[in-house]
């Protein structure tokens, strides 16, 4: 498994990522980076401007896709690219603040285009102390 806390994989015409935390925060901020990763080919994202979020769903796993559809929303109109993370997240509710820059081309490199974020196999489990997610990106 990667240091990172997080792995992608195949998935027919588009891509899965599997996260993994030993709290809820660690896999939502987990989660958040492998998008970026995605985004930009894991270029270097300042932290020059910071946005306040407050999330929340019915579920965890739900959350979850609601937490990776808000960062492509911001990064789809405002070209914001996420890069730290002060986060609390129980269950059903996410709040927190985001650090991070808008898209620079001259040191981002574009990555993979994300389109949105699907329920398809979305699954957010808590074994032995450890959560673990698994979602489908549409690419």
Sequence with gaps: MSEKGYEFF????DVGLRVWGGSLE???TRAGQ???TLLVEDSTVAATQ????????SSVDS???VWLSELLVWFSTDHFLAGG???KVTPTQLSGRVQGERFDASR???????????RHQLSVT?????WTAQVILDV
């Design 10 to 13: 195949d998935h027919t015409a």
């Design 26 to 28: 660690e896999l939502f």
């Design 34 to 36: 492998a998008l970026t």
């Design 50 to 57: 910071e946005r306040s979020v407050a999330l929340s769903a």
């Design 63 to 65: 959350l979850l896709r």
């Design 85 to 87: 993370y002060a986060l």
């Design 108 to 118: 981002h490199l574009c990555g993979t285009e994300v389109k949105g974020v699907t």
């Design 126 to 130: 808590q074994e032995a102390g450890r």
